[in-house]
């Protein structure tokens, strides 16, 4: 399995949260642990499948509708 290491800057990138100040999310989930990292000599890289498991993780399903709020179907 061929898992690609991913900048921080490229992991900003995929998560959508890439902006002005640049990798300020990411940097933050790799010092509060929140996310898998991997340290090559000073850098920090984080496996792609580790992004695609913190996005599918943090993925919210909408709910389905049922009954209204006296009892009866919307």
């Not at 898998?36 to 792609?48: L, N």
């Amino acid at each position: 399995m061929n898992d690609r290491l991913m900048t921080v800057a490229e992991v900003a990138v995929r998560l959508g949260t890439w902006t002005e100040s640049g990798e300020r999310f990411p940097r933050r989930l790799i010092e509060e642990r929140r996310i898998a990292f991997v340290k090559v000599g000073r850098y920090v890289r984080i496996k792609e499948s580790v992004v695609e498991a913190y996005i599918e993780a943090n993925t919210v399903q909408p709910r389905r509708r049922g009954a209204g709020r006296w009892g009866v179907a919307a």
